[in-house]
Protein backbone atom coordinates (compact mmCIF):
# COMPACT_ATOMS: atom_id res chain seq x y z
CA UNK A 1 0.00 0.00 0.00
CA UNK A 2 0.95 3.35 -0.82
CA UNK A 3 2.10 5.59 1.79
CA UNK A 4 0.55 8.71 2.09
CA UNK A 5 2.95 12.06 3.03
CA UNK A 6 0.78 12.43 6.24
CA UNK A 7 0.92 8.69 7.27
CA UNK A 8 4.98 8.87 7.19
CA UNK A 9 5.04 12.61 8.98
CA UNK A 10 2.68 11.06 11.72
CA UNK A 11 4.69 7.63 11.95
CA UNK A 12 7.75 9.06 11.93
CA UNK A 13 6.61 11.68 14.44
CA UNK A 14 5.58 8.02 16.73
CA UNK A 15 9.48 6.76 15.72
CA UNK A 16 7.51 3.89 13.64
CA UNK A 17 10.54 2.13 11.70
CA UNK A 18 8.01 -0.46 10.35
CA UNK A 19 6.08 1.44 8.13
CA UNK A 20 4.61 -1.15 6.38
CA UNK A 21 3.31 -2.80 9.86
CA UNK A 22 1.35 0.36 10.17
CA UNK A 23 -1.12 0.65 8.03
CA UNK A 24 -4.09 2.76 9.21
CA UNK A 25 -2.76 6.22 10.62
CA UNK A 26 -3.05 6.06 14.37
CA UNK A 27 -5.41 8.50 15.91
CA UNK A 28 -3.83 11.26 17.64
CA UNK A 29 -4.48 12.27 21.31
CA UNK A 30 -6.47 15.38 22.31
CA UNK A 31 -5.72 17.86 25.28
CA UNK A 32 -8.26 19.75 26.08
CA UNK A 33 -7.72 22.79 28.52
CA UNK A 34 -10.75 25.18 29.87
CA UNK A 35 -9.72 28.00 32.30
CA UNK A 36 -12.18 29.93 34.35
CA UNK A 37 -12.32 33.41 33.61
CA UNK A 38 -9.57 33.84 31.87
CA UNK A 39 -9.32 36.84 28.96
CA UNK A 40 -6.25 38.03 27.05
CA UNK A 41 -4.26 39.65 29.31
CA UNK A 42 -1.74 37.20 28.50
CA UNK A 43 1.83 38.04 26.93
CA UNK A 44 1.50 36.18 23.87
CA UNK A 45 -1.58 38.09 23.32
CA UNK A 46 0.17 41.65 23.51
CA UNK A 47 -0.29 42.11 27.15
CA UNK A 48 2.71 43.64 28.73
CA UNK A 49 2.23 42.99 32.10
CA UNK A 50 1.15 39.20 31.89
CA UNK A 51 4.24 36.52 33.02
CA UNK A 52 2.73 33.40 30.80
CA UNK A 53 5.65 32.08 29.91
CA UNK A 54 3.75 28.30 29.14
CA UNK A 55 0.96 29.51 27.47
CA UNK A 56 3.56 31.81 25.55
CA UNK A 57 4.85 28.38 25.12
CA UNK A 58 1.51 27.08 23.36
CA UNK A 59 1.00 30.07 20.99
CA UNK A 60 4.81 29.78 19.90
CA UNK A 61 3.55 25.65 18.80
CA UNK A 62 0.19 26.16 17.47
CA UNK A 63 -2.35 28.83 16.09
CA UNK A 64 -3.03 32.34 18.26
CA UNK A 65 -6.56 32.83 16.93
CA UNK A 66 -6.57 37.12 17.73
CA UNK A 67 -10.21 37.13 17.66
CA UNK A 68 -12.00 34.04 18.96
CA UNK A 69 -15.46 35.19 20.61
CA UNK A 70 -17.50 32.81 23.00
CA UNK A 71 -21.46 32.67 22.51
CA UNK A 72 -22.59 33.55 25.65
CA UNK A 73 -20.01 35.11 28.59
CA UNK A 74 -20.88 33.01 31.50
CA UNK A 75 -19.94 29.67 32.94
CA UNK A 76 -22.36 27.64 32.50
CA UNK A 77 -24.38 28.72 28.90
CA UNK A 78 -20.55 28.88 27.23
CA UNK A 79 -19.18 25.77 28.17
CA UNK A 80 -22.92 24.33 27.14
CA UNK A 81 -22.20 25.62 24.01
CA UNK A 82 -18.50 24.44 23.62
CA UNK A 83 -19.45 20.78 24.83
CA UNK A 84 -22.60 20.43 22.67
CA UNK A 85 -21.70 22.68 19.55
CA UNK A 86 -24.81 24.19 19.46
CA UNK A 87 -25.85 28.32 20.17
CA UNK A 88 -26.59 29.34 23.69
CA UNK A 89 -30.38 29.73 21.86
CA UNK A 90 -30.36 26.04 20.66
CA UNK A 91 -29.46 24.32 23.49
CA UNK A 92 -31.99 27.22 25.51
CA UNK A 93 -29.09 27.21 28.21
CA UNK A 94 -28.78 30.39 28.89
CA UNK A 95 -27.95 30.90 32.82
CA UNK A 96 -25.62 29.14 35.15
CA UNK A 97 -28.59 26.63 36.59
CA UNK A 98 -30.42 25.48 33.11
CA UNK A 99 -29.23 21.67 32.63
CA UNK A 100 -28.07 21.30 28.94
CA UNK A 101 -30.28 18.89 27.33
CA UNK A 102 -29.99 16.54 24.34
CA UNK A 103 -32.11 15.18 21.66
CA UNK A 104 -31.56 12.00 20.96
CA UNK A 105 -28.57 11.12 19.08
CA UNK A 106 -26.46 14.19 20.49
CA UNK A 107 -23.49 13.71 22.56
CA UNK A 108 -21.38 16.01 23.95
CA UNK A 109 -17.51 16.20 22.83
CA UNK A 110 -16.31 13.65 25.54
CA UNK A 111 -18.62 11.32 24.63
CA UNK A 112 -18.67 11.87 21.29
CA UNK A 113 -14.74 10.58 21.80
CA UNK A 114 -15.15 8.21 24.00
CA UNK A 115 -17.59 6.48 21.72
CA UNK A 116 -15.39 6.72 18.75
CA UNK A 117 -12.82 4.63 20.80
CA UNK A 118 -11.20 7.74 22.63
CA UNK A 119 -9.84 6.78 26.39
CA UNK A 120 -12.09 10.34 28.34
CA UNK A 121 -10.89 11.88 31.05
CA UNK A 122 -12.18 14.89 32.93
CA UNK A 123 -10.71 16.97 35.53
CA UNK A 124 -11.32 19.89 37.68
CA UNK A 125 -14.37 22.53 36.48
CA UNK A 126 -14.51 21.55 32.47
CA UNK A 127 -18.73 21.09 32.23
CA UNK A 128 -20.36 23.88 35.16
CA UNK A 129 -20.66 22.16 38.27
CA UNK A 130 -22.37 18.90 37.43
CA UNK A 131 -24.22 20.03 34.23
CA UNK A 132 -22.86 17.19 32.10
CA UNK A 133 -26.17 16.52 29.76
CA UNK A 134 -29.04 14.27 29.81
CA UNK A 135 -31.12 13.10 27.24
CA UNK A 136 -34.13 14.85 26.39
CA UNK A 137 -37.37 13.30 27.70
CA UNK A 138 -35.12 10.84 30.40
CA UNK A 139 -38.01 9.73 32.95
CA UNK A 140 -35.25 10.57 35.83
CA UNK A 141 -33.17 13.32 35.07
CA UNK A 142 -29.86 13.28 37.23
CA UNK A 143 -29.40 16.95 37.57
CA UNK A 144 -28.87 18.27 41.03
CA UNK A 145 -31.32 20.32 43.37
CA UNK A 146 -31.69 23.81 42.32
CA UNK A 147 -31.43 23.01 38.23
CA UNK A 148 -33.74 23.35 35.70
CA UNK A 149 -34.06 21.98 32.51
CA UNK A 150 -35.03 24.47 29.42
CA UNK A 151 -38.46 23.44 29.47
CA UNK A 152 -38.69 24.04 33.21
CA UNK A 153 -37.35 27.67 32.61
CA UNK A 154 -39.82 28.24 30.11
CA UNK A 155 -42.42 27.53 32.05
CA UNK A 156 -40.98 29.92 34.83
CA UNK A 157 -41.10 32.34 31.77
CA UNK A 158 -44.55 31.78 31.27
CA UNK A 159 -46.20 31.58 34.48
CA UNK A 160 -44.44 34.66 36.33
CA UNK A 161 -42.70 37.01 33.62
CA UNK A 162 -40.72 38.34 36.84
CA UNK A 163 -39.36 34.88 38.20
CA UNK A 164 -35.84 36.12 36.71
CA UNK A 165 -35.92 39.32 37.94
CA UNK A 166 -36.79 38.57 41.17
CA UNK A 167 -34.14 35.63 41.63
CA UNK A 168 -31.57 35.96 39.43
CA UNK A 169 -31.16 39.07 37.62
CA UNK A 170 -29.31 42.25 39.20
CA UNK A 171 -29.30 44.49 36.26
CA UNK A 172 -32.57 46.48 35.88
CA UNK A 173 -31.76 49.39 38.22
CA UNK A 174 -28.04 49.65 38.08
CA UNK A 175 -28.24 50.49 41.82
CA UNK A 176 -24.86 50.20 43.22
CA UNK A 177 -25.94 47.94 46.51
CA UNK A 178 -23.79 47.58 50.20
CA UNK A 179 -20.79 45.35 49.95
CA UNK A 180 -21.71 43.72 53.23
CA UNK A 181 -23.84 41.04 51.83
CA UNK A 182 -21.36 39.79 50.01
CA UNK A 183 -19.30 37.08 51.67
CA UNK A 184 -16.32 37.71 48.35
CA UNK A 185 -15.60 41.26 49.28
CA UNK A 186 -12.28 42.07 48.85
CA UNK A 187 -10.77 38.67 48.70
CA UNK A 188 -8.15 39.04 46.59
CA UNK A 189 -5.17 37.97 48.90
CA UNK A 190 -2.27 35.04 48.43
CA UNK A 191 -3.15 31.58 49.82
CA UNK A 192 -1.26 30.55 53.26
CA UNK A 193 1.69 29.06 52.27
CA UNK A 194 0.67 25.12 52.98
CA UNK A 195 -1.98 25.72 50.40
CA UNK A 196 -1.17 24.42 46.47
CA UNK A 197 -4.31 25.72 45.41
CA UNK A 198 -7.13 23.59 43.77
CA UNK A 199 -5.37 24.05 40.21
CA UNK A 200 -2.34 22.26 41.06
CA UNK A 201 -3.83 19.09 42.39
CA UNK A 202 -6.18 19.24 39.20
CA UNK A 203 -3.42 18.94 37.18
CA UNK A 204 -1.55 16.36 39.51
CA UNK A 205 -4.50 14.09 38.41
CA UNK A 206 -4.00 15.02 34.35
CA UNK A 207 0.04 13.91 35.07
CA UNK A 208 -1.07 10.86 36.08
CA UNK A 209 -2.92 10.07 33.43
CA UNK A 210 -0.42 11.12 31.04
CA UNK A 211 2.26 8.97 32.73
CA UNK A 212 0.44 6.13 31.56
CA UNK A 213 -1.01 7.14 28.45
CA UNK A 214 1.77 6.13 26.28
CA UNK A 215 1.11 2.01 26.91
CA UNK A 216 -2.51 2.47 26.62
CA UNK A 217 -3.80 0.44 23.80
CA UNK A 218 -5.92 3.71 22.91
CA UNK A 219 -5.55 7.27 21.51
CA UNK A 220 -6.83 9.53 25.10
CA UNK A 221 -9.09 12.80 24.65
CA UNK A 222 -8.44 14.28 28.21
CA UNK A 223 -10.00 17.33 29.39
CA UNK A 224 -8.51 19.51 32.32
CA UNK A 225 -10.42 22.23 33.80
CA UNK A 226 -8.40 24.99 35.78
CA UNK A 227 -10.30 27.27 38.43
CA UNK A 228 -8.04 29.96 38.07
CA UNK A 229 -8.55 32.96 37.30
CA UNK A 230 -11.59 32.99 38.67
CA UNK A 231 -12.64 34.80 42.34
CA UNK A 232 -11.34 34.52 45.06
CA UNK A 233 -8.49 35.91 43.31
CA UNK A 234 -6.03 33.70 45.37
CA UNK A 235 -3.17 32.05 44.41
CA UNK A 236 -0.06 30.85 46.33
CA UNK A 237 2.48 33.66 47.03
CA UNK A 238 5.01 32.99 44.59
CA UNK A 239 2.76 34.77 41.78
CA UNK A 240 1.64 37.55 44.37
CA UNK A 241 5.76 38.44 44.24
CA UNK A 242 5.56 38.65 40.56
CA UNK A 243 3.71 41.82 40.54
CA UNK A 244 3.52 45.40 42.33
CA UNK A 245 0.22 47.11 42.81
CA UNK A 246 1.13 50.46 41.66
CA UNK A 247 2.87 48.84 38.62
CA UNK A 248 -1.02 47.89 37.36
CA UNK A 249 -2.07 50.18 34.39
CA UNK A 250 -5.87 51.06 34.61
CA UNK A 251 -7.56 50.45 31.44
CA UNK A 252 -8.34 53.51 29.21
CA UNK A 253 -11.89 53.19 29.91
CA UNK A 254 -11.29 52.69 33.71
CA UNK A 255 -14.26 53.84 36.00
CA UNK A 256 -14.96 53.28 39.69
CA UNK A 257 -18.20 51.94 39.04
CA UNK A 258 -20.51 51.35 36.35
CA UNK A 259 -23.05 54.35 34.81
CA UNK A 260 -25.10 54.41 32.13
CA UNK A 261 -22.72 56.62 29.17
CA UNK A 262 -25.07 58.51 27.31
CA UNK A 263 -26.32 56.90 24.08
CA UNK A 264 -25.73 53.50 25.13
CA UNK A 265 -28.89 50.90 25.73
CA UNK A 266 -29.04 50.54 29.44
CA UNK A 267 -28.54 47.07 29.23
CA UNK A 268 -25.15 46.44 28.15
CA UNK A 269 -24.35 47.47 31.78
CA UNK A 270 -24.71 45.33 34.62
CA UNK A 271 -23.61 45.45 38.48
CA UNK A 272 -20.20 43.95 39.98
CA UNK A 273 -22.45 41.93 42.58
CA UNK A 274 -20.78 38.33 41.73
CA UNK A 275 -17.61 39.23 42.46
CA UNK A 276 -15.99 41.20 45.80
CA UNK A 277 -16.75 44.77 44.66
CA UNK A 278 -20.57 45.30 45.19
CA UNK A 279 -19.72 49.27 45.67
CA UNK A 280 -17.37 51.50 43.96
CA UNK A 281 -13.84 50.80 43.89
CA UNK A 282 -11.43 53.78 44.63
CA UNK A 283 -8.27 53.33 41.83
CA UNK A 284 -5.87 51.69 44.55
CA UNK A 285 -8.44 48.72 45.02
CA UNK A 286 -8.25 48.37 41.45
CA UNK A 287 -4.83 47.89 40.75
CA UNK A 288 -4.68 45.12 44.22
CA UNK A 289 -7.13 43.49 42.56
CA UNK A 290 -5.74 43.81 39.11
CA UNK A 291 -2.34 42.74 40.61
CA UNK A 292 -4.27 39.15 42.21
CA UNK A 293 -6.11 38.30 39.27
CA UNK A 294 -2.60 38.56 37.24
CA UNK A 295 -1.09 36.46 39.99
CA UNK A 296 -3.98 33.58 39.47
CA UNK A 297 -3.39 33.80 35.46
CA UNK A 298 0.42 33.24 35.92
CA UNK A 299 -0.65 30.44 38.54
CA UNK A 300 -2.72 29.24 35.90
CA UNK A 301 0.07 29.61 33.67
CA UNK A 302 2.66 26.78 36.15
CA UNK A 303 0.08 24.46 36.01
CA UNK A 304 -0.21 24.23 32.12
CA UNK A 305 3.45 24.32 32.10
CA UNK A 306 3.40 20.96 34.30
CA UNK A 307 1.54 19.60 31.54
CA UNK A 308 3.09 20.55 28.49
CA UNK A 309 6.36 19.21 30.45
CA UNK A 310 4.90 16.17 30.85
CA UNK A 311 3.81 15.68 27.23
CA UNK A 312 7.77 16.43 26.20
CA UNK A 313 9.23 14.18 28.27
CA UNK A 314 6.78 10.76 27.36
CA UNK A 315 7.09 12.06 23.93
CA UNK A 316 3.51 12.35 23.73
CA UNK A 317 3.69 15.98 22.40
CA UNK A 318 4.49 14.56 18.62
CA UNK A 319 1.19 13.09 18.30
CA UNK A 320 -1.19 15.54 20.52
CA UNK A 321 -3.75 17.94 19.40
CA UNK A 322 -3.88 20.48 22.22
CA UNK A 323 -6.42 23.20 22.49
CA UNK A 324 -6.16 26.06 25.07
CA UNK A 325 -9.19 28.54 25.83
CA UNK A 326 -10.53 30.73 28.52
CA UNK A 327 -14.26 30.35 28.86
CA UNK A 328 -15.06 34.37 28.09
CA UNK A 329 -13.57 37.22 28.41
CA UNK A 330 -13.46 39.42 31.75
CA UNK A 331 -13.80 43.12 32.69
CA UNK A 332 -11.00 44.60 35.08
CA UNK A 333 -12.61 47.90 35.53
CA UNK A 334 -13.82 48.97 32.27
CA UNK A 335 -16.55 51.09 31.83
CA UNK A 336 -16.83 50.42 35.91
CA UNK A 337 -17.08 46.76 35.79
CA UNK A 338 -15.75 43.58 37.12
CA UNK A 339 -16.18 40.12 35.90
CA UNK A 340 -18.06 39.00 33.05
CA UNK A 341 -21.79 39.35 31.51
CA UNK A 342 -21.21 41.64 29.14
CA UNK A 343 -21.74 41.88 25.38
CA UNK A 344 -18.76 44.47 25.06
CA UNK A 345 -15.62 43.04 23.50
CA UNK A 346 -13.48 42.79 26.81
CA UNK A 347 -16.11 39.85 28.13
CA UNK A 348 -16.98 38.51 25.06
CA UNK A 349 -13.18 37.86 23.51
CA UNK A 350 -11.47 35.61 24.96
CA UNK A 351 -8.39 33.43 24.13
CA UNK A 352 -8.02 30.25 22.09
CA UNK A 353 -4.90 28.75 21.08
CA UNK A 354 -4.87 25.08 19.15
CA UNK A 355 -1.78 22.91 18.43
CA UNK A 356 -1.13 20.32 15.74
CA UNK A 357 1.97 18.96 16.05
CA UNK A 358 1.49 17.91 12.06
CA UNK A 359 0.88 21.33 11.29
CA UNK A 360 3.84 23.61 9.56
CA UNK A 361 2.22 27.23 10.64
CA UNK A 362 2.99 27.17 13.89
CA UNK A 363 3.56 29.94 15.86
CA UNK A 364 1.60 32.41 13.64
CA UNK A 365 -1.66 34.48 14.64
CA UNK A 366 -4.83 34.32 12.77
CA UNK A 367 -6.72 37.44 12.79
CA UNK A 368 -10.14 35.96 11.71
CA UNK A 369 -13.31 36.25 13.52
CA UNK A 370 -14.08 32.44 14.94
CA UNK A 371 -16.18 31.41 17.66
CA UNK A 372 -15.86 29.18 20.53
CA UNK A 373 -18.33 26.51 19.05
CA UNK A 374 -15.85 25.37 16.22
CA UNK A 375 -13.40 23.88 18.50
CA UNK A 376 -15.87 20.63 18.18
CA UNK A 377 -15.88 20.03 14.76
CA UNK A 378 -12.57 21.24 14.05
CA UNK A 379 -10.94 18.19 16.24
CA UNK A 380 -13.51 16.43 15.00
CA UNK A 381 -11.86 17.29 11.27
CA UNK A 382 -7.53 16.87 13.01
CA UNK A 383 -8.80 13.42 14.86
CA UNK A 384 -10.55 12.25 10.92
CA UNK A 385 -13.52 11.60 12.83
CA UNK A 386 -16.90 11.34 11.59
CA UNK A 387 -18.63 14.80 10.99
CA UNK A 388 -21.62 15.08 13.78
CA UNK A 389 -24.48 16.30 11.79
CA UNK A 390 -26.36 18.74 14.76
CA UNK A 391 -22.73 20.85 15.19
CA UNK A 392 -23.13 24.45 14.41
CA UNK A 393 -20.04 25.77 13.85
CA UNK A 394 -17.87 24.56 11.18
CA UNK A 395 -13.69 23.03 10.89
CA UNK A 396 -11.25 25.62 11.57
CA UNK A 397 -8.76 23.09 10.01
CA UNK A 398 -8.41 25.44 6.89
CA UNK A 399 -7.15 28.41 9.42
CA UNK A 400 -4.52 26.08 11.07
CA UNK A 401 -3.20 25.36 7.68
CA UNK A 402 -3.61 29.27 6.23
CA UNK A 403 -4.19 31.59 9.50
CA UNK A 404 -3.88 33.93 7.01
CA UNK A 405 -6.98 32.34 4.49
CA UNK A 406 -10.57 34.22 3.22
CA UNK A 407 -12.92 33.59 5.79
CA UNK A 408 -16.42 35.73 5.92
CA UNK A 409 -17.96 34.09 9.00
CA UNK A 410 -19.18 36.57 11.73
CA UNK A 411 -19.22 35.47 15.06
CA UNK A 412 -22.49 35.70 17.04
CA UNK A 413 -22.45 36.42 21.24
CA UNK A 414 -26.07 36.64 23.01
CA UNK A 415 -26.13 37.29 27.20
CA UNK A 416 -29.49 37.61 29.17
CA UNK A 417 -31.24 40.64 31.01
CA UNK A 418 -34.38 40.11 33.32
CA UNK A 419 -36.13 38.14 30.21
CA UNK A 420 -34.60 39.92 27.84
CA UNK A 421 -32.37 38.91 25.41
CA UNK A 422 -29.08 40.77 24.18
CA UNK A 423 -27.68 39.73 20.61
CA UNK A 424 -24.74 40.91 19.22
CA UNK A 425 -22.23 40.10 16.16
CA UNK A 426 -19.00 40.16 15.07
CA UNK A 427 -17.22 40.63 12.08
CA UNK A 428 -13.01 41.85 11.22
CA UNK A 429 -13.75 45.62 12.00
CA UNK A 430 -17.70 46.33 13.87
CA UNK A 431 -19.41 44.64 16.88
CA UNK A 432 -23.38 45.38 16.34
CA UNK A 433 -25.72 44.60 19.61
CA UNK A 434 -29.43 45.10 19.90
CA UNK A 435 -30.86 44.25 22.78
CA UNK A 436 -34.85 42.38 23.12
CA UNK A 437 -34.47 42.95 19.01
CA UNK A 438 -33.82 46.66 19.16
CA UNK A 439 -36.35 47.62 21.14
CA UNK A 440 -34.48 48.29 24.37
CA UNK A 441 -31.88 49.96 22.39
CA UNK A 442 -28.63 49.22 19.83
CA UNK A 443 -25.23 49.83 19.68
CA UNK A 444 -22.38 49.80 16.60
CA UNK A 445 -19.10 49.65 17.69
CA UNK A 446 -16.11 50.49 15.01
CA UNK A 447 -12.79 48.52 16.34
CA UNK A 448 -10.53 50.26 13.35
CA UNK A 449 -11.45 53.74 15.30
CA UNK A 450 -13.01 53.10 18.85
CA UNK A 451 -10.94 49.93 20.50
CA UNK A 452 -12.55 50.85 23.62
CA UNK A 453 -15.75 50.27 22.72
CA UNK A 454 -16.63 54.55 23.29
CA UNK A 455 -18.92 56.00 20.82
CA UNK A 456 -22.15 54.02 19.92
CA UNK A 457 -22.73 54.68 15.98
CA UNK A 458 -26.04 52.51 15.90
CA UNK A 459 -27.90 55.69 15.28
CA UNK A 460 -25.12 57.67 13.05
CA UNK A 461 -26.87 58.07 9.37
CA UNK A 462 -22.70 58.01 7.98
CA UNK A 463 -23.14 53.91 9.61
CA UNK A 464 -26.43 52.98 8.01
CA UNK A 465 -25.39 50.47 5.38
CA UNK A 466 -23.40 48.94 7.75
CA UNK A 467 -26.21 48.31 10.69
CA UNK A 468 -28.56 47.08 8.14
CA UNK A 469 -25.88 44.87 6.69
CA UNK A 470 -25.04 43.63 10.57
CA UNK A 471 -28.92 43.82 11.46
CA UNK A 472 -29.75 41.19 8.80
CA UNK A 473 -27.27 39.15 10.30
CA UNK A 474 -28.55 38.97 13.40
CA UNK A 475 -32.01 38.43 12.25
CA UNK A 476 -31.66 35.88 9.65
CA UNK A 477 -28.53 34.08 11.27
CA UNK A 478 -28.36 31.16 13.60
CA UNK A 479 -29.25 32.55 17.30
CA UNK A 480 -32.82 33.70 16.65
Known amino acids: MKQSRRDFLRLSALGALAPVARAAEPKPNVLFIVSDDLDTRIRAYGDPVAITPNIDRLAKNGIRFDRAYCQYPLCNPTRSSVLSGMYPTTTKV ?157 PADFDTEPRAIENFPRDEFRQNIDLFAGRPFTVDEARHAMRAYYACVSYLDAQVGRLLDKLKQTGLDRNTIIVFFGDHGWHLGEKGMWAKGTLFEVSARGPMIIVDPLKSTAGQMCPRVVQYLDMYPTLLDLCALPKAPWLQGVSLKPLLENPKAAWNRPAYTVQVRDWYLGRSVRNERFRYTEWDEGRRGASLFDHDKDPNEMRNLAQDPAHEAVVKLLRQLLHTGPIR
Open 94 to 250: LDNNTYLTLKPGQRTMPDYFADHGYQVNRFGKVFHAQNTGLAEGADKPEKPAGWFTPAERTKQQADDPDYWQKTHSPYRNMKVPDAKQYAWANVYEPLPSTDRGLDAATADKALEVLDKAGAAAKPFFLAVGFAKPHVPLSAPKEFFDLYKPEAMPL
